[in-house]
T-cell receptor, first 117, second 113 residues
Framework: GAVVSQHPSRVICKSGTSVKIECRSLDFQATTMFWYRQFPKQSLMLMATSNEGSKATYEQGVEKDKFLINHASLTLSTLTVTSAHPEDSSFYIC?????????????FGPGTRLTVT | AQSVTQPDIHITVSEGASLELRCNYSYGATPYLFWYVQSPGQGLQLLLKYFSGDTLVQGIKGFEAEFKRSQSSFNLRKPSVHWSDAAEYFC???????????FGGGTRLMVKP
């Protein structure tokens, strides 16, 4: 199988503080991981693509200084929401890409619910 | 740029009835197509995917989807819906053999007893 975990599953933080979310591929190595944001009753919006050992590629409109992504190993990527504000409250989902013969499939984590008070 | 449209935001079906969720895509080359299901507060689970070959693909939980190039569609079907199928369903297209996904807006399925 291909299992992706996220930690924490839920987090509540005060406005102005920073929060780190971890995404781990448990049984495979992932050169590429993706971070998505999902607002209530909406689809997933890609925030950034994270490649192991290099800087993340952010989608247009996503503040790279606010959403810090680190992909230090082939099994771990982290998303840090810096100086969080209530408008950052959302459901954050990561995925890890596993490829075979040039064909890739993304495996999704269970998501992290962030609430900023 | 690639895009995916799921015309139906909500669908309600009776348990045991058949289901079809629509998905239309816009993409210049041969698309890689996916259907995912998301239960409330959960991540996404892959139901099935189409990369090439037989245009009718079978997935998990009794779902199937048919790729129709002439209609730019990849509709998801199930012959008999179970109450546990109530969830949000997302169609997605990739331009890089699965490595970059663009999602449709989702269809919320409700199942009546």
């Amino acid at each position: 199988g291909a299992v992706v975990s996220q930690h924490p599953s839920r987090v509540i933080c005060k406005s102005g503080t920073s929060v780190k979310i971890e995404c781990r591929s448990l049984d495979f190595q992932a050169t590429t991981m993706f971070w998505y944001r999902q607002f209530p009753k909406q689809s997933l919006m890609l925030m950034a693509t994270s490649n192991e050992g290099s800087k993340a590629t952010y989608e247009q409109g996503v503040e790279k200084d606010k959403f810090l992504i680190n992909h230090a190993s082939l099994t771990l990527s982290t998303l840090t929401v810096t100086s969080a504000h209530p408008e950052d409250s959302s459901f954050y989902i990561c995925s890890a890409s596993k490829g075979t013969g040039g064909i890739y499939e993304q495996y999704f984590g269970p998501g992290t619910r962030l609430t900023v008070t | 740029a690639q895009s995916v449209t799921q015309p139906d935001i909500h669908i309600t079906v009776s348990e045991g009835a058949s289901l079809e969720l629509r998905c239309n895509y816009s993409y210049g080359a041969t698309p890689y197509l996916f259907w995912y299901v998301q239960s409330p507060g959960q991540g996404l689970q892959l139901l099935l995917k189409y990369f090439s070959g037989d245009t009718l693909v079978q997935g998990i939980k009794g779902f199937e989807a048919e790729f129709k190039r002439s209609q730019s569609s990849f509709n998801l079907r199930k012959p008999s819906v179970h109450w546990s199928d109530a969830a949000e369903y997302f169609c997605a297209v990739s331009n890089n053999a699965g490595n970059m996904l663009t999602f449709g807006g989702g269809t919320r399925l409700m199942v009546k007893p």
